[in-house]
Nanobody
Framework: QVQLVESGGGSVQAGASLRLSCTASGVRNNYMGWFRQAPGKEREFVAGISWSGGRTAYADSVKGRFTISRDNGQNTVYLQMNSLKPEDTAVYYC?????????????????WGQGTQVTVSS
């Protein structure tokens, strides 16, 4: 059974950095992703990574600022967030697919963590 636990959220000023971690159990070669949901908005794709880490994908809004990586030995996926903006404020979720291909839709992910809050003030 796949279980995902996020950590690393917090409250920061604009321009600061945060690193989110997702500790995963029960994953094998699952494609993993980070999503976020701001108040009153739909959950949206942020970044994704293949099992090997060789293939990554990013939403246009975070390209050049966020970096996704994974350490399979530690069963952990990371999201390094730099140059944070107030519009990055959201609950961030880690997710895993039952498959190896990249997908950006929430319905393509079967497993979800509980989420971690990121708040960026101006």
């Amino acid at each position: 059974q796949v279980q995902l636990v996020e950590s690393g959220g917090g409250s920061v000023q604009a321009g600061a950095s945060l690193r989110l971690s997702c500790t995963a159990s029960g994953v094998r070669n699952n494609y993993m992703g980070w999503f976020r949901q701001a108040p009153g908005k739909e959950r949206e794709f942020v970044a994704g990574i293949s099992w090997s880490g060789g293939r990554t994908a990013y939403a246009d809004s975070v390209k050049g600022r966020f970096t996704i990586s994974r350490d399979n030995g530690q069963n952990t996926v990371y999201l390094q967030m730099n140059s944070l903006k107030p519009e990055d404020t959201a609950v961030y979720y880690c997710a895993a697919r039952d498959g190896t291909l990249a997908r950006v839709g929430t319905s393509s992910y079967a497993y979800w963590g509980q989420g971690t809050q990121v708040t960026v003030s101006s």
